[in-house]
C-alpha cells in the first residue's frame, strides 16, 4: 500500500519508515501539516497517518479541510497518551481511526493494514446545475458539454458554489474553501480566480451563472440572459 505520513517527530517516523518498509509498503515522509494537505489532495494514498501536533497547519485543521474538500482516503490519527479530547475531535472530524502515542509497531501494522482493506469510500457524487456539471472524481468540468479545464483553485471555488447552487456564499467561505481555515488570502486574490473562473463557466453567448453580489459574495444558479 502507499501511505502519506505526516509527522514531525524524528523517532516516530524512523519508527513508522522501518516497520511499514518492512511490511512491504511505501512511503511519503513530510514535517508539516500544510505540505501533507497538498500531498493528500494532489496524490493518491491507500492511508493517512497524521500526526495531531503539527508545525504550520495541525492535524486537526489538516483533517478538516481534506474532508470539506471531499478526500475520502482513510485516516489513522496519532495523538498523545491520555488525549481524549483530541481523540473525539478527530473523529468528529472524519478521523478512521486513532492511536496514542507511545505504541506498539505491531498494533500501527495491524490497524492501517485493517483500514487499507477498507479502502476509499465511494466516489464522490456529481454536482450538476443545468447545463454545469461538476466531475468530482476525475476533478474536470463541463458547460453544455463542451470540457472546461480549472486550475486547482478554480475548481474549489467553483465546487464550494455548485454545493450551494442558488444561494449566497461570502467571500470569507470561498477563502476558506480555496486557500483553507486559516489562510490569509486577500480579496484581491480572491476576485482574481472568481474572473477567471466567470470567463470559463460564462462562455460566449452563453446564459450567465456566475454572479457578483457586492458586500455580500458570490453566487452560481440558474442561468439568464445578460442585459
Sequence with gaps: MNFLVVENEA?????????????????????TGQDGLIYAQER??????????????????????????????????LTAKGAINDVVQSLDLGADDCLAKPFLLEVL??????????????????LRVEDLLLDRGGKRAA????????TKKEYLLLEALMK?????????????????????????????????????????????????????GYQLAAATLSS
Design 11 to 31: 523517532r516516530i517516523v524512523q519508527l513508522l519508515n522501518r516497520g511499514l518498509t518492512e511490511d512491504g509498503h511505501y512511503i511519503v515522509h513530510v514535517n
Design 44 to 77: 493518491r494514498f491507500d492511508v493517512i497517518i497524521l500526526n495531531i501536533a503539527l508545525p504550520v497547519l495541525d492535524g486537526f485543521s489538516v483533517l478538516r479541510q481534506l474532508r470539506q474538500s471531499d478526500c475520502t482516503t482513510p485516516v489513522l490519527v
Design 109 to 126: 501494522l495491524a490497524r492501517v493494514r485493517a483500514l487499507g482493506r477498507r479502502g476509499n469510500h465511494s466516489r464522490p457524487v456529481d
Design 143 to 150: 458547460r453544455a458539454n463542451r470540457p472546461i479545464t480549472l
Design 164 to 216: 450551494r447552487s442558488g444561494q449566497v456564499v461570502s467571500r470569507n467561505e470561498l477563502i476558506e474553501a480555496g486557500w483553507g481555515f486559516d489562510s490569509d488570502a486577500r480579496d484581491s486574490s480572491l476576485d482574481f480566480y472568481m474572473h477567471c473562473l466567470r470567463g470559463k463557466i460564462d462562455g460566449p453567448g452563453e446564459p450567465r451563472m456566475l454572479r457578483t453580489l457586492r458586500g455580500l
